[in-house]
């Protein structure tokens, strides 16, 4: 620092603490970050209890962020959300956690009066293979479960009688999902196989959800993906049942209407029923759905998409056909909101922007929870029109 000031003019030497004054005087007036308080403790109101959304908190910087964006989800009629707790932020050495990220989004739910449902995954980088093999977060060897299985079993014990629902990983029948090696419901079988217990024994009322398999059409021996109909079948084959308590399902209606009707050949929202008929089929049927991740996308920029006005009517229309289903206890909607735009399609999936304003859909959901039939009267077209 000597150095370059000596290259300075006397002149501009002058303006050194003059800068260093007016930082100072607009450190002083400008308006501070609005702190995160927690209010009276609050409840949600709402006649669809389905009613669900998908957050994405973990990576919020600022607190109230996650309080304002919980107050919204409540205001909507949510009383449940579903939120990803990375094992590689919280046990960043191994024995070692930090719980500080995932106390103030409990802190801010419970204030709120929301459940939350706990996505379990990402591994930390002491627990990855060598640095000579191909790896990415989603990589776990197989050496690895037991590590794993502990960092559940923490958290559930930490968190039991607040959080009592956790998904075991995130559609392994992705090969990028799965750490790019080959798709093996044999190897995630096995990885229930070592959660199951050790989470139960940390905390007895706790419910372990297989994790939710992504739809796709992948014929056999695909290295991208398998198909999901398939790979559940195959969990069960391999022994799963008896190591998870509740199936988690991903259905996204893509281009289609919530009404379509379900076939081993199409995607759509109603393919739920279709991994339904397989829990069935396997004397699994006791066992309740958890659907954590559902919705359309209105993007202009992607194949996949509808119009807004199809994305309200079919995010409607799926709840009015999941009222049927007694085996699904909640319909999460993907997502809430992105801590940050993508500046891309995935920003199109989202009930709310950036700066918390909310998309039609939000309001159209709202309105839903409260009871008033929007579907008919405002989104969809008059019966004779149809």
Known sequence: MQTKFRALAPSALRWIPRIALAIIAFSLIAPALPRAVLGDPQTVETQHPQLCVHTRLIDEVDEWKIQRS?????????????????????ETSEGQYNWANVDRIVRHAENQGIQIIARMGFVPAWAQPEADERTTLNTLPEDRFDEFADFVAAFASRYAGIIDRLIIWNEPNLAFEWGYREVSPEGYARLLAAVYPAAHAANPN??????????????????????????LQALYDAGAAANFDALAMHTYGFTQPANDAPAPDRLNYRRAELLREIMVENDDGDKPVYITEMGWNDSERWAYAVSPSDRIAYTLQAYETAADWDWAEKVCN?????????????????LLDTEFQPHP???????????INIGEALWYPPPAAR
Do not use: H
């Not at 695909?222 to 790979?231: C, E, G, H, R, V």
């Not at 909101?337 to 891309?344: A, C, D, H, L, N």
């Open 70 to 90: 919980l107050q919204m989800v409540r205001e909507m009629g949510a009383d449940t959300i579903v939120e990803f707790f990375p094992w590689a932020y919280i």
């Open 206 to 231: 706790v419910e372990i959800l297989a994790a939710p398999l992504a739809p796709n059409l992948e014929p056999p021996g695909s290295a991208t993906a398998m198909n999901d109909l398939d790979y």
């Open 334 to 350: 993907w997502v809430l909101r992105y801590p940050y735009p993508t500046y891309s399609y995935p920003d199109r999936f989202t």
């Open 361 to 371: 859909l939000y309001n159209a959901l709202q309105a839903y929870s409260r009871g």
